[in-house]
T-cell receptor, first 114, second 116 residues
């Protein structure tokens, strides 16, 4: 079965704090993809990162960083020095290589308080 | 970069009428398009996968006669919600891939459908 679990439903932090969003996935595929998306209140889905199952290197992009650990089936997302504009719902997702379907987690609603 | 344009962004329709939502790839050819539905404060659920020139593949539990998908060209896919009911009110969003395996990058801006 393919599944993405985002255990944190809602998180609130004060601006400038670091925050980590957790993502745990389940799959029997050996080749798969992992994604993170941001969905601001306006609703559009903003692509943040795509990772394939063979690339476990951590990624840093500005204030964003991702930690992919196959041993624990986790793909966590950290925002450093959070800003109010980071407030949104963040989705972790799992993509299947064989048919390109993407399965989304339930999302984590992040509130950055000024 | 690849851009997907989705229209309309918002639509209100009367119960029993049909609504068409368009998803266009503006600067690339989309071999495959995906349609998702998102109820308020919930996750995105894949409804169907459409490949240009062939019938769409629907996910389990999605009524293909109610949600008609047409992918007649490499730049346009449409989703028609037929005989809409209030329970069809939702956020519909499309995604497109340029070539097999190159997916997940590009989503439309979504359509908020309200059926009254």
């Amino acid at each position: 079965a393919q599944k993405v679990t985002q255990a944190q439903t809602e998180i609130s932090v004060v601006e400038k704090e670091d925050v980590t969003l957790d993502c745990v996935y389940e799959t029997r595929d050996t080749t798969y993809y992992l994604f993170w998306y941001k969905q601001p209140p306006s609703g559009e889905l903003v692509f943040l990162i795509r990772r394939n199952s063979f690339d476990e290197q951590n990624e840093i992009s500005g204030r964003y960083s991702w930690n992919f650990q196959k041993s624990t089936s986790s793909f966590n997302f950290t925002i450093t020095a959070s800003q109010v504009v980071d407030s949104a719902v963040y989705f972790c997702a799992l993509g299947r290589n064989r048919d390109d379907k993407i399965i989304f987690g339930k999302g984590t609603r992040l509130h950055i308080l000024p | 970069g690849a851009v997907v344009s989705q229209h309309p962004s918002r639509v209100i329709c009367k119960s029993g009428t049909s609504v068409k939502i368009e998803c266009r790839s503006l600067d690339f050819q989309a071999t495959t398009m995906f349609w998702y539905r998102q109820f308020p404060k919930q996750s995105l659920m894949l409804m169907a996968t459409s490949n240009e020139g062939s019938k769409a593949t629907y996910e389990q539990g999605v009524e293909k006669d109610k949600f008609l998908i047409n992918h007649a060209s490499l730049t346009l896919s449409t989703l028609t919600v037929t005989s809409a009911h209030p329970e069809d009110s939702s956020f519909y969003i499309c995604s497109a891939s340029t070539v097999p395996g190159n997916y997940g990058y590009t989503f439309g801006s979504g359509t908020r459908l309200t059926v009254v």
